[in-house]
């Protein structure tokens, strides 16, 4: 199995991305929260799940384990197949599916396109098991939460080259935005917004 590929980014398309991996070029199918924070002819490494048909192989990308292993999980469902199992994890992040699968919310499923009310059914008793509880509920979320985006922020601009310092005061100058979005702070965005802000403080 391919775990992960890790390279610089060739191709951009509105769901994949190709990394080149040792002079080759890996097609890779990612969500739109994932793609966000790529950048062409930038270093990258996506966690995979390569799926496995009769007539293709067709691999899967992510921003971390936890996201793969969520894919993959997923699919552990009747009804559930890669497609599927991408779209839920464009509308919710792992946890927030765990959540909904946990307390039984029907609604937070059926906000995923081709899940309907019997299926968002189905599936919340199919899973119930299988996901696991959530990371944590109230403040311990968004506590990992902030966590999360400023570690995985920091990383992104390590990744591209900037000095430590560059990197804390870039994570620092986006933190109201951060906590101004609704829910999970999105990477994608916020690393666009430090960018602009170390290339103005150049």
Not at 43 to 69: H, M, N, P
Not at 96 to 118: M, Y
Not at 168 to 185: H, I, K, R, S
């Amino acid at each position: 199995m391919i775990a992960f590929v890790s390279g610089p980014v060739a191709a951009l398309a509105p769901d994949a991305a190709v990394v080149e991996v040792g002079g080759i070029g890996m097609a890779v199918q990612c969500t739109p929260n994932t793609l966000s924070a790529l950048r062409i002819g930038q270093q990258t490494k996506l966690a995979t799940s390569l799926v496995v048909r009769e007539d293709s192989l067709t691999l899967y990308g992510f921003a971390d384990d936890d996201e793969r292993q969520t894919f993959e999980l997923l699919q552990t469902a009747s009804g559930v197949g890669p497609r599927l199992a991408q779209a839920m994890l464009a509308v919710h992040s792992p946890d927030a599916l765990r959540r909904a699968v946990s307390t039984g919310d029907e609604k937070a499923l059926t906000a995923v396109p081709g899940i309907g009310k019997k299926g968002a059914q189905k599936l919340l008793l199919e899973l119930k098991d299988r996901l696991g509880a959530p990371l944590g509920t109230g403040a311990t979320v968004g506590a990992q939460a902030t966590a999360s985006w400023k570690d995985q922020l920091h990383a992104a601009l390590i990744g591209l080259g900037y000095a430590t310092r560059e990197a804390d005061e870039a994570v620092t100058a986006v933190a109201p935005q951060a906590e101004a979005m609704d829910g999970t702070p999105q990477v994608g965005p916020l690393l666009k917004a430090a960018l602009q802000t170390l290339n103005r403080t150049r």
